[in-house]
């Protein structure tokens, strides 16, 4: 019985720990959805979750929030710990007593969010507003000059944009036009988080052959400001860089997860 038991409690813990990130991610943007929601109804519309379909592709945004201001496209991130980046980086760092995990850069992923609705929508990008959030846990050290903030920060930072974009009426036509496009099919859903997969595990498989994955040159290591990290030999003409994440532990956790797979056959 024993045993039973501990296999069950060490099933229980890997499962929790390989679930954890969604979990966080999903309490993350309900948090963000619950403080979005206390925004004046006649002035701003609020779609969660929204995914739409532009150029045979599917993008997924986690708040947008259609104002007579503009339209807010906000990417959220439930991290903690240190994070550090650039506008330029490919890749930002969460430090966590001192185990390191890198990301893509958030600003990075946004852009596309926003430049993917420009075409579909046909407006200009000024009527578009990105911001990145992260959670209150997080200490943030990056070098930016886009929104990037706490959750709390929210709707200060919302407010302060006052210059007027979008009539009343516009802002319900445009949201009634947008709600309409928002794929809710739980197959394509899945099909999207597949491809995101996918795509990461490309990109991870050129990097660790060597390989610069946004122009195919070899990389190269090198010493930075916060620690060694792998800069594409093609630079200044590709900037792309990755730092090293720290493994401590991650190895364990792997053979772990392994070891339960094998269990549960």
Known sequence: MEIILFILFVVASVVFRILQPRIKGYLGEKSVATILSLLPSDKYKIINDLLIEVDGRTIQIDHLVVSIYGIFVIETKN???RITGSDNSDYWTKNMFGNKYTFYNPIRQNKSHVLALSKQLGFSLNKFIPIIIFSNG???KVNTTHNVIYTTQINRVMKEYSE???SETDIQKLYDKISLL???SPEVRKQHVLEI???I???RHLIQQG???RCGHSLILRNGKYGNFYGCSNYPNCKFIKPIECRNNRFLHKLTKKFIRNLLK
């Open 182 to 184: 928002n794929i809710v």
């Open 211 to 213: 390989i610069c994955p």
């Open 79 to 81: 991290y903690k710990g």
């Open 197 to 199: 997969q996918n795509t």
């Open 201 to 203: 595990a490309t990109k």
């Open 138 to 140: 997080a200490e943030l």
């Open 164 to 166: 007027i974009k979008f």
